[in-house]
Structures are given as structure tokens and as C-alpha cells.
């Protein structure tokens, strides 16, 4: 162990226990995270104004860049510091640049959004600066793995390599000043690119990520998601209360919105993600990446709630059914995607698989009786009451949930023991 000039220990970076005992979040990832609030939030309103004002395509084709670029660099970092987080005056030193890429990416989300409605160049340097920077400072990471890991060397080599070619192909999109096809028709083998590094840096030897850790930071980013939710429920009883003062159509949006965020709170915690992750280290990708749709989909789903603020402040102009799909296709999306994964991770269950076609039902009706000319807050009663049935059947003692993933867990134990002998 080395120090600095002013006196602050140098630790080396050689890699993480990935079975360390109480391995939890640390102070400066807690703090990272709170960039990602700003992203979400600056990305969730730009798209809540654009489908407001009924620009479908370029909310979508916005919303979407701006969730892949803030989700993916956010599960890189994770990933990283999960393998080789020292602590020391180096790594907080490069997170914070970390930081600034994000605050400097969700300063450029609104210009982003504004050149995809009006059709022209996509304007999107600020942002992708923004994450050209992210990125940067975290091959500056890998190749400080590079050299004190030895044992991992070519992977961390791997890791930079990729990394500072994805970044070359950003620098050339944000350069070169080209229409929404173009743009769009640059970005795509950089997508590509930069979704098979892990793939293609981890072939040979594996980094030191610990679990348990994975699990809780993955968590935290779900919990930040849901705040977008929580902002969205305020905005929506704040638009009833404004037209009409406090009223049952006040208090009816204000417990359905605070009720979607909780229930989709609940039924992301139920799977024992770090037990079945820890049992299944060879599943890592799949875990990482079937993520994403999972947080677009709250984020989105937060943004669906300023939808119908706006819809009940007469702001929007769009019908009263697609205000209700706007918070109940991300809620479809994140019940099928958190199935998806729940069976990918502990296998087949029908009682999950046939909750979530139900909810999906449900959902649908929520839409239908908007398009039949129900209120907008009692449609967003029927989306709580699909999110609650989920709940009530996964906790209900009858149903045994609890108990079934006890087996599940237990089954994934004995094939890891039998593998290992």
C-alpha cells in the first residue's frame, strides 16, 4: 500500500473478494447514484411532454436513447466497483468525473428531444459528451485494474480496448451533424458494440463481482425509478387540486399513484435476487442486461403519471385512453420483464406465469374503460388493483410463494453442490 503526497492510502486494485461477508453499498455509491436521480428525472419529463403533445415517435426514440445511455453507464460503474472498488483517493477522484459525465448527459436529454420533434439534425453532442466522458473515465479505471491485477490482466486490457472503440464511433455521431435515420442508423453497431464488451472482454477469465452486492445496487437503481413514480403521483393529484380543489377525484389519484409505485416496489423485492444470483455466477449477464427493460419501465411509468397531470390539467392533447396506456403499458412491460427474469433465475412457475397474463388483463381493462369514458383516476384504480392482486397472490399463505422459492433455491443449491463434487 502506497500514499499520495497528502498522505491518503493507495490500495491496490487487485480485486474484490466475491465472497466477502457483508459486502453492502458504499457512501460513494449511494452518492453516485444521486446523479442518476437528476437523469431520470430530466428524461422522464421531456418524455411525459412529448407524448403529452402527442409526438409519439420521437418521445419514444428519445425516452429510449436517454434510458440506454443512463442505464447502461450506470450498470457498468456497478459492475466495476462491484469487482475492484478500492475506496481510495484515485477511484473517488475518477467517480466524481463520472458524475460530471452525468449531469453534463442530462443537461443535453431536453435538446435531444426538441431536434427529434422538430425533425432536423439530431441534437445530441451535449449528451453524448456527456456519456463519451462516463465512459472514458472508466477505461481509465480498467486500466488501472489492468496493471495491479495481473491475475486478470487481458480481461481488464479487453475491457479498455472495446470501450475506447465504442467511444471513438460516439465521438464521430456526435461530430457529424445528420438527420433522426442516420443518426439512429450510426448508433445501432455502437448499441451493439458496447452491449457485447462484457461478452467479449470476460471470455477467458471472469472479474471478482460479488452477488449479494449486485443485487442490493440493482435495487437501489429500482428504488431511485420509483421515485420518478412518487413525482408523478404528486404532479397528478397537484393538477386535480388546481382545477377542482380537493375532492374524491383528488384524494382517488393521489392513493393510485402512491399505490403503483408501491406495488411495483413490492413485486420487484420478492425475488431473492442475490441468493439465485450467487447460485448462478454463469447467469451474470443475463441478470445485468434483462434489467433494463425493467428500469425503463418504471421510469416510464413514472412519466405515464405526469402524463395524467397533464391530461387533468388540459395540457395534453391526446384521448383519456392513451393518458391510461401511458401508465399501463410500462407497468405490462415491467410484470412480464420481472417475470421473465424470475423464471430465468429460479425456472418455471405457473402460478407466477399465470399472475402476470392476469395483470396484463387487467391492465388492458384499465385502457378500454378509459376509451369507454371512465375517469382517468378510476382507470388508474384498476392498474392498482392489478398490481395488488400480484401482491395478494405471491403473499397469500395459500399460494405457498414464499415456499416455492424456497425449493427453487434449494433445487439451484444441490445442482451447484453437484457440479462442484
Not at 401482491?391 to 453437484?418: C, Q, T
Amino acid at each position: 500500500m502506497a500514499t499520495n503526497p497528502l498522505g491518503h492510502a493507495l490500495i491496490r486494485m487487485g480485486g474484490r473478494d466475491p465472497g466477502e461477508k457483508h459486502r453492502a453499498a458504499s457512501p460513494l455509491e449511494l452518492f453516485f447514484d444521486l446523479t442518476f436521480v437528476i437523469a431520470f428525472g430530466v428524461a422522464g419529463s421531456q418524455f411525459a411532454h412529448e407524448i403529452a403533445e402527442a409526438h409519439y415517435g420521437a418521445g419514444l426514440l428519445g425516452f429510449g436513447f436517454a434510458m440506454f445511455s443512463v442505464i447502461w453507464a450506470w450498470i457498468n460503474f456497478s459492475w466495476f466497483a462491484s469487482a475492484y472498488d478500492t475506496d481510495d483517493w484515485i477511484f473517488r477522484v475518477v467517480t466524481m468525473v463520472q458524475m460530471m459525465g452525468v449531469l453534463i448527459l442530462a443537461m443535453g436529454i431536453e435538446p435531444m428531444f426538441h431536434s427529434l420533434v422538430e425533425g432536423g439534425h439530431v441534437d445530441n453532442a451535449v449528451m453524448v459528451a456527456g456519456y463519451v466522458i462516463m465512459r472514458l473515465a472508466l477505461v481509465s479505471q480498467w486500466l488501472r485494474a489492468a496493471r495491479q491485477d495481473p491475475q486478470r490482466r487481458q480481461t481488464c486490457l479487453n475491457y479498455a480496448k472495446y470501450l475506447v472503440l465504442a467511444q471513438l464511433g460516439w465521438i464521430v455521431v456526435m461530430i457529424v451533424q445528420a438527420g433522426i435515420l442516420t443518426t439512429f442508423l450510426m448508433m445501432v453497431p455502437l448499441f451493439v458494440l458496447e452491449m457485447a464488451t462484457p461478452s467479449l472482454a470476460e471470455r477467458k477469465v471472469r472479474t471478482p463481482w460479488h452477488a449479494h452486492h449486485i443485487a442490493e445496487r440493482y435495487g437501489l437503481l429500482a428504488i431511485i425509478a420509483l421515485g420518478e413514480c412518487l413525482i408523478g403521483a404528486i404532479e397528478t393529484l397537484r393538477a386535480i387540486v388546481a382545477n377542482h380543489g380537493w375532492s374524491l377525484d383528488a384524494a382517488v389519484a393521489g392513493f393510485a399513484g402512491t399505490a403503483i409505485a408501491f406495488g411495483m416496489w413490492w413485486i420487484y423485492f420478492i425475488l431473492p435476487t442475490g441468493q439465485s444470483l450467487h447460485l448462478q455466477r454463469h447467469r451474470s449477464f443475463l441478470f445485468g442486461y434483462a434489467h433494463m427493460p425493467i428500469f425503463a419501465a418504471i421510469a416510464a411509468t413514472g412519466a405515464g403519471l405526469h402524463v395524467a397531470a397533464y391530461f387533468i390539467d388540459h395540457e395534453a392533447h391526446i384521448s383519456a385512453a392513451v393518458a391510461v396506456a401511458t401508465m399501463a403499458v410500462p407497468v405490462a412491460l415491467f410484470k412480464v420483464s420481472l417475470t421473465w427474469l424470475y423464471s430465468a433465475m429460479l425456472g418455471f412457475d405457473r402460478i407466477t406465469i399465470a399472475v402476470a397474463a392476469v395483470v396484463v388483463l387487467l391492465l388492458g381493462l384499465s385502457v378500454g374503460l378509459a376509451a369507454a369514458g371512465v375517469p382517468v383516476p378510476v382507470c388508474m384504480l384498476v392498474i392498482c388493483a392489478a398490481l395488488a392482486f400480484a401482491v395478494v397472490v405471491e403473499e397469500h399463505p395459500r399460494a405457498k410463494a414464499a415456499h416455492r422459492r424456497k425449493i427453487a433455491l434449494e433445487r439451484l443449491r444441490s445442482r451447484v453442490a453437484e457440479a462442484g463434487s
